[in-house]
């Protein structure tokens, strides 16, 4: 680009998920717990205690047999941005052990900060975030797969999706290297984005035009960042968390299941299905 | 049903209400200084200089490339490798988590000999030598008696040069026992011989194929090579593909079709000739791919008019008509078959009256259709060598009865080995090696091969991991794992193209393990006389780089070496007659109201590889909780039944009982009940063992009449709440 402005503007790092593409294969969550030294225990049944910073939950239209559908929906943190960087999570921590950067719109969780007063997760709407009730143990020898990149948790800190703040770190000292501005699109994708076989998650600067996301999302600026784009919404989108992870979906109640519509309430951007 | 919604909703919106009202965050706050002091505790991972190796996973079929991220020599992250012609950069649940089984706890780490009763798991240490020499001892032994047939071999394949030095072990020493474990390739080349003369295997142009009818294929599921397969469901998503999807239960696959077609489990080959009898009737049949279609038309058109198999299938006329419609107006249609992840045999049936629908098509060997591709030919060994005692022992019947007699077509009937064992084989066996294989896990009817162990004086295992046969055996000489040797890995898995891949020793190995290949070149020469001549090489890595021959250096370069101008097996079908007959189901009616069927899920490996901690992790707490494994059931029949979510229930089938937990799912037929595969198991480790319940202990096999495969699909069951 010849017209480079001076001042780098502000990223907004972002996905955009297919649902119609995701088939709830799981590669998604071992990617992001094999790059981020997730632990594990013996029994991970008990779902409220297990650590997934990224989670596919399965939902069902409702109806009886034969006219069931399922439709899976990855969760990781949304990076919510509320209005001016206000996450929710971000908003009660006393210990400013979690942050929204502005300048890549990442929410941040500093563990050695954190002092386990779960506050955030209270906050938080989509329980995206975990708290670990016990040390980690990894089962001797399998500490050898453990990444320098990210530094295991201890018992009493909260812990969450970072959109693999590392790589970004990685990417950006890479790119002064090579002397360019900004961090190229294919330097920085997250560990999920990269694994997905269906290429169901599509992961980027929501505020660069030139960016497959922002191209999918075509967030609105006028109108708190909702997507232009017919199949796409937010979770709990008229809260105003104005997070960063768009969804998409041809089926009208895959979009309404992820808000609270009444039940004649149309959802809110939808012109007609697809199919 | 709404329960799975209405958690993710109330989820969202409850969530933070609930943890706030916990009394949990009090308590913490008032502990938070001492947690806070615990760091020390957690390791701090080294760094290191960083690089990458590419690799092939070789896990399941699929044969993905993968790259590795090491931090000087541990390998710590594996990712699949873009613009590798089978994956292209993705991976699947399975081949992400592969270093938890090359660290893992549940690997062997040393050649052991059992001290206590057999499957008590008192093992003690011994050298390779000793090992060897054990071994040797009681090979050399047998041999001298000429009674080389009495030793058998299972391994999970016989694909690549691996397996092929256990079958080429087996032939010199004098034995017509390696036999294969069971799966849909046991059928796709039972009816490819049949259909197109020739040996080999179907390959399909799933890319470029512009509708696609499955009859049960777990597309989404792992069929095939599974992250192949999911790229191309996201590819017919985009280029608007129809796809359609027959399955008694809403899979993943049917959840990711067009169109989903619930359908009277076991009547999948009536539907496949409906259709095909519509294509007949309506002239929409392409021309060429099928010869003596005269022959069977009439028996086509009346008997499987569809009116009649409406009646069989539970599909509406109308959905026939109008899929034959579909399927036979697209361009380039393809069927496929075999359930799930295709890793149990099916009727010959069914798979040619599927593989009639290609040949109806036209498409066959075509762009965009149905490949007979001829089997890979790299393997160019010298004939084996044989002395009097192997001539002597390969002149016995092979102790499974395949390729003789009543079943004639079959080439491997692992199924049969209890039977035989029992008292009703022509031998005893004295000797049972097994490679790559779980069957005390993964045979149906489980339970009854792991008693029939007993029989078998001498059980020596090349397993790599803890699994539930090699703690049945007497001896392990336990393989490296893939990421620690060099091996080939050749791709069938429905690729039309032969593709070979080369694994790579990633990192050193990190057990006193040896390579299987070695183990066997080891075991040839100090068996010796025409054994050790059959085994010319230096060692393993010598015989595969003379056997891959000018490929080696392709692989070595690329990791991947494909022939899209291959060979093909024949190039229309040969229709005989329809008189094939079907798989009945084990179990009656009255008894046994509900038809039980297992299922597959790309989250639980479910053959000779267990699950990892990581993958187990990503089950549902529907389908494991605890302990405790569950039983998906429509509410309707749940209801009949008096049994609501969670309630405890005793499933009863003829081959077994088991405490499992009731799922209500809407997205299954009626008096239908499906299990998850690969669950249930006592070995491995703490991640894996004692979760659930093995559905293949509650299955028990049914022949294929025409073949002798075991084709079982399911089995009649009843519920009663506990
Ligand atoms: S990896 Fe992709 S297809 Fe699989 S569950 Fe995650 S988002 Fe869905
Ligand atoms: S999803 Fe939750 S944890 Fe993530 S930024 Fe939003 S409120 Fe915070
Ligand atoms: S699909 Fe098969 S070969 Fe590919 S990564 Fe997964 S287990 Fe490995």
Redesign the interface.
């Known amino acids: 680009m010849k017209h480079e402005q001076k001042h780098n503007p502000p990223m907004k790092y972002g996905m955009a998920i297919d649902l ?2 995701c ?5 998604c ?3 992001c ?3 981020n ?1 997730v632990p ?1 225990k ?6 409220l205690d ?1 650590i ?1 910073w990224i989670r ?11 006219d ?6 990855p969760r990781p943190c949304q990076h919510c941005e509320g209005h001016g960087g206000h996450s929710p999570c971000v908003s009660v921590c006393p210990a400013t052990a979690t942050d929204y950067s502005q300048e890549t719109g990442i929410v941040s969780q500093i563990y ?1 900060r954190c ?5 955030c ?7 995206a975030r975990y708290f670990n009730w016990w ?2 143990v ?11 990149n990210v ?7 909260v812990e969450k999706c970072s959109f693999c703040f590392h790589r970004y770190q990685q990417a950006k000292n890479k790119a002064y290297l090579d002397g360019e501005r900004r961090v190229p699109e294919e330097a920085y994708q997250t ?1 999920c984005t ?7 998650i599509v992961f980027g600067d929501l505020n660069n035009p030139t960016h497959k996301v922002h191209q999918i999302v075509k967030p609105d600026p006028h109108n708190g960042n909702k997507s232009k784009n017919p199949r796409a919404f937010r ?2 989108e008229r809260l105003g968390t104005n997070t960063k992870v768009y969804y998409l979906s041809s089926r009208e109640w895959v979009r309404r ?1 992820g808000d ?1 519509y009444l039940e004649h309430e149309k959802t809110g951007q939808v012109s007609k299905p697809h ?1 | ?5 209405r958690s ?2 109330s ?3 409850g ?2 209400a609930g ?2 009202l916990s009394p ?2 009090w308590k ?2 008032d ?6 002091q ?2 020390p ?8 200089e960083v690089v990458y190796e590419d690799s092939t996973c070789s896990l399941c079929p699929g044969g993905c490339g993968i790259t590795v ?1 090491k ?1 000087d020599n ?7 490798k873009p613009g590798h012609p089978v ?1 292209d ?5 399975l081949g ?2 592969g ?2 089984m ?4 549940t690997r062997i780490k040393a050649p052991m000999k059992r001290m206590g009763e057999r499957g008590a798991g008192k093992w003690q240490k011994i050298s390779w030598d000793e090992a060897l020499g054990m071994l040797t001892e009681k090979l050399t032994a047998i041999r001298e008696r000429e009674e080389a047939h009495t030793v058998a071999a299972i391994a999970g394949s016989d694909q690549g040069t691996v397996p092929a030095l256990l079958a080429r072990f087996m032939a010199a020493f004098g034995s017509p026992n390696f036999i294969r474990t069971p799966s849909y390739q046991d059928t796709d080349e039972l009816a490819v011989g049949t259909l197109f003369g020739e040996a080999g295997r179907t390959g399909f142009d799933l890319e470029n194929a512009d509708y696609i009818l499955s009859f049960g294929s777990g597309i ?1 599921d792992g069929w095939g090579s ?2 192949r397969m ?2 191309a ?2 590819l017919w ?1 985009e280029k608007r593909v129809p796809v359609v999807q027959v399955d008694p239960r ?1 899979s ?1 696959s049917a ?2 079709a ?1 169109r ?1 077609v ?1 359908i009277t489990p076991g009547t999948e080959a009536d539907l496949a000739l409906g259709i095909a009898a519509v294509m007949i009737a309506k002239n929409l049949v392409g021309s060429g791919a099928v010869s003596g279609l005269g022959g069977i038309k009439n028996t086509l058109l009346t008997d499987y008019a569809p009116e009649k198999v409406s009646l069989s299938t539970g599909v509406s006329v109308e959905a026939i008509v109008e899929i034959a419609k579909d399927f036979a107006r697209a361009n380039r249609p393809l069927a496929l078959c075999g359930r799930g992840k295709a890793q149990s045999p099916e009727s010959l049936r069914e798979t040619a009256a599927v593989y009639l629908l290609n040949g109806l098509t036209g498409n066959v060997n075509q762009e965009g259709g149905m490949w007979a591709i001829a089997p890979a030919d790299y393997i160019q060994w010298p004939e084996v060598a044989r002395d009097k005692a192997a001539s002597a022992g390969l002149r016995q019947p092979r102790f499974d009865g395949a390729g003789s007699g009543q079943y004639a077509n079959a080439r491997h009937l692992l199924q049969r080995l209890p039977d035989g064992l029992n008292g009703n084989g022509p031998y005893p066996i004295q000797v049972l090696m097994v490679a790559d294989a779980n069957p005390c896990h993964s045979l149906h009817d489980a339970a009854a091969f792991k008693a029939a162990l007993d029989k078998i004086p001498f059980i020596v295992s090349f397993s790599s991991f803890n699994d539930e046969t090699a703690a049945m055996a007497d001896l392990l000489l336990p393989d490296h794992v893939y990421l620690e040797r060099y091996a080939d890995v050749p791709v069938a898995a429905g690729l039309p193209s032969q593709t070979i891949g080369l694994s790579k020793p990633v990192v050193s190995p ?1 057990f006193n393990t040896r390579h299987l290949g070695e183990t066997l070149i080891n075991l040839a020469q100090a068996v010796g006389g025409s054994v050790a001549e059959s085994f010319p090489w230096k060692n393993y890595e010598t015989c595969l780089q003379e056997t891959l021959a000018d490929k080696w250096d392709v692989l070595m370069q690329k990791g991947v070496w494909v022939d899209d101008d291959f060979a093909t097996a024949g190039s229309s079908l040969q229709m005989a007659a329809l008189d094939t007959p079907a798989v009945e189901i084990e179990g009656d009616a009255g008894t046994f109201p509900l038809l039980l069927m297992p299922y597959d899920s ?2 639980i490996s479910s053959g000779y590889i267990g699950d990892t ?9 529907t389908v ?3 302990k405790d494994g569950f039983v998906e059931i ?3 029949t749940a209801g009949e039944m008096g049994l609501s979510e969670g309630d405890l229930a005793t499933l009863t089938t003829p081959r077994g009982e088991a405490p499992v937990r009731v799922h209500l799912f ?5 008096g239908v009940i499906a299990m998850a595969k690969g669950l249930g198991h006592t070995a491995y ?3 894996l063992a004692d ?1 659930g319940i093995n559905v293949n202990e509650l299955i028990g096999p049914v022949e294929d009449p025409s073949s002798g495969l075991d084709a079982a699909w399911g089995i009649r069951a009843k519920l009663a709440k506990a």
């Open positions: 119609d593409k088939t709830g294969c799981g590669a969550m071992v990617a717990m094999s790059e030294n594990f013996k029994d991970e049944s008990n779902k297990s997934t596919v939950y399965k939902l069902t239209n409702g109806k009886s047999f034969p069931t559908e399922i439709c899976y929906l050695t002092f386990g007063c779960r506050y997760m209270a906050a938080c709407p989509y329980h040390d980690p990894w089962p001797d020898g399998m500490e050898k797969s453990l990444s320098p530094s295991p948790r201890m018992r009493g800190v560990a990269q694994a997905c076989p269906a290429g169901a979770l709990l299941a609270n199919h | 049903m709404k329960v799975d919604r993710f909703l989820f969202v919106i969530g933070a943890t706030a949990l965050p913490l706050m502990d938070s200084s001492i947690w806070s615990m760091w505790w957690t390791p701090v991972p080294p760094d290191g991220r931090i541990r390998a710590v992250k594996i990712e699949g994956n950069g993705g991976i699947c649940i992400l988590s270093l938890q090359l660290y893992g706890p989404a599974p992250v999911i790229k469901c996201s998503k809403l993943n959840a990711k067009t989903w619930p990190q790309i989250r901690p990581f993958m187990i992790k990503t089950v549902a707490d494991i909780k605890g429509n509410p309707q809407e997205g299954i037929k009626p480790d703490g991640f979760k």
